[in-house]
């Protein structure tokens, strides 16, 4: 059943190269594709990239990441509500990033800090809301030399990074207001660093 699923999924996540098609004639030859403070594009793409490219690069993601969970010697630890996340993630990433690039492409002013803030907000809070509550594995939680040789290290590591992490889902919506670049790499860094050093010590 969960193989039908990633088939499934794998097709949804592929599907906005539909819609790409459908926009062809009205969007240009090259696409914005990335976008700075002010949501002034700074990266483009030819709009085969934007329309097949951007796609197809995230359902080979999505494969590659679901036949790694589903193959993880220690899958049955994966609780039912991290592996549905697992499957939904991409899929719905790709729609949400592909027809943000098309709508921009066609005129459409979309202001694309607002939800790339909202969006990376909602996947760390309810990924931190979840991984407190993950066990070993190999493929989804704090995967650290530290945590997957103790189970104690696992779980004090899981617990803090659970709470930075909603903390950090937090800022990153406050910051869909406030649209500072550098704000979203220094959430990354400590949101990563932080649990690595703490499991290390």
Same mark, same amino acid.
């Given at each position: 059943?969960?193989?039908?699923?990633?088939?499934?999924?794998?097709?949804?996540?592929?599907?906005?190269?539909?819609?790409?098609?459908?926009?062809?004639?009205?969007?240009?030859?090259?696409?914005a594709t990335h976008w700075g403070?002010?949501?002034?594009?700074?990266?483009?793409?030819?709009?085969?990239?934007?329309?097949?490219?951007?796609?197809?690069?995230?359902?080979?993601?999505?494969?590659?990441?679901?036949?790694?969970?589903?193959?993880?010697?220690?899958?049955?630890?994966?609780?039912?509500?991290?592996?549905?996340?697992?499957?939904?993630?991409?899929? =719905? #990433?790709?729609?949400?990033?592909?027809?943000?690039?098309? $709508?921009?492409? !066609? /005129? &459409? +002013?979309?202001?694309?800090? *607002?939800?790339?803030?909202?969006?990376v907000g909602i996947i760390f809070? =309810? #990924?931190?809301?979840?991984?407190?509550?993950?066990?070993? $594995?190999?493929? !989804? /939680? &704090? +995967?650290?030399?530290?945590? *997957?040789?103790?189970?104690?290290?696992?779980?004090r590591t899981s617990r803090l990074?659970?709470?930075?992490?909603?903390?950090?889902?937090?800022?990153?919506?406050?910051?869909?207001?406030?649209?500072?670049?550098?704000?979203?790499?220094?959430?990354?860094?400590?949101?990563?660093?932080?649990?690595?050093?703490?499991?290390?010590?």
């Amino acid at each position: 059943r969960q193989r039908q699923m990633c088939i499934r999924d794998s097709i949804i996540t592929a599907l906005p190269m539909l819609v790409g098609i459908l926009l062809w004639n009205k969007m240009p030859d090259t696409v914005a594709t990335h976008w700075g403070s002010g949501n002034e594009a700074n990266g483009w793409s030819s709009k085969v990239f934007a329309v097949f490219g951007m796609p197809f690069f995230l359902t080979l993601i999505h494969i590659f990441s679901v036949c790694m969970t589903l193959n993880d010697p220690k899958k049955q630890n994966i609780s039912q509500k991290m592996m549905t996340l697992i499957f939904w993630v991409i899929p =719905v #990433v790709s729609w949400l990033g592909c027809m943000m690039t098309y $709508s921009a492409a !066609v /005129g &459409i +002013k979309v202001n694309i800090g *607002l939800i790339t803030n909202i969006i990376v907000g909602i996947i760390f809070l =309810v #990924v931190g809301n979840y991984i407190p509550k993950s066990k070993q $594995s190999y493929t !989804v /939680g &704090i +995967k650290l030399p530290w945590t *997957l040789n103790s189970t104690e290290n696992w779980n004090r590591t899981s617990r803090l990074a659970g709470k930075l992490w909603i903390i950090g889902g937090i800022a990153f919506i406050g910051n869909a207001f406030l649209q500072y670049s550098w704000l979203l790499i220094v959430l990354i860094v400590l949101l990563a660093g932080i649990p690595a050093v703490y499991s290390f010590v």
